[in-house]
Structure formats: C-alpha cells, structure tokens
Nanobody
Framework: QVQLAESGGGLVQAGGSLRLSCAAS????????MGWYRQAAGQQREFVAT??????????SYADAVKGRFTISGDNSKNTVYLQMNSLKPEDTAVYYC??????????????WGQGTQVTVSS
C-alpha cells in the first residue's frame, strides 16, 4: 500500500504564499509521477501540477491557472513532493490533494491520493 501525508495548508491573505508538502511511504515502486490536484467547494477536482523524473532529468506540468505562480518540486531521497504557491488568489481556495501515479504490472497506471489539505485565501 501507498500512504501520502500532506502538510502545509492554511489561511493566507491574497498575495501571500504557502508551501505544501507531500511525503510518500509504503510500497513506492515504479513511480511514474507525483503531483497536486485541488477541489473547491461545489466543484470537480482539477489538475494543478505534476512532476516526473527519469535518468534524463525531471519534467513538470502546470494548469494554466497557476502557471507563473506555483512551482512543483520533488526530493527523490525523501519521496516527497512540494508545491510552492505564490501570489495566491481567493480563487485558489480549495482542498489540495497529493497524487502519486505508479505502474502496477498487470494493471497499468494506478493513482493513489492523500487525504487533502485545506488552503484558504482571503481577499
């Protein structure tokens, strides 16, 4: 099994910054990517950012709504992924979920999710 422990959420004023962390533990094999999704009240869960790495380096991807403001990074030695969020806006308010995607033989790509951490941006 895979466990994902998120931290770093909270209340911040518009224009402020927060840093989310997600530590993975358990059966962490054949990881394809890690990332963050978010879900605002009454909305569907949406993609925020992902990061993947191989022998040639790491690659990151961002939703248009957060490009230039959010930065995803990872520490493979700690099985941890971070999301640095700057210039936060009230519309960034949501529960942020950590995601780990791995390759499972016979099944294909499997995603595991954390419990979520609340981010609230006041205007």
């Amino acid at each position: 099994q895979v466990q994902l422990a998120e931290s770093g959420g909270g209340l911040v004023q518009a224009g402020g910054s927060l840093r989310l962390s997600c530590a993975a533990s358990g059966s962490i094999f054949s990881v394809n990517a890690m990332g963050w999704y978010r879900q605002a009240a009454g909305q569907q869960r949406e993609f925020v950012a992902t990061i993947s790495s191989d022998t040639s380096g790491s690659r990151s991807s961002y939703a248009d709504a957060v490009k230039g403001r959010f930065t995803i990074s990872g520490d493979n030695s700690k099985n941890t992924v971070y999301l640095q969020m700057n210039s936060l806006k009230p519309e960034d308010t949501a529960v942020y979920y950590c995601m780990l995607e791995r390759v499972v033989i016979g099944t294909g790509l499997v995603r595991n999710w954390g419990q979520g951490t609340q981010v609230t941006v006041s205007s």
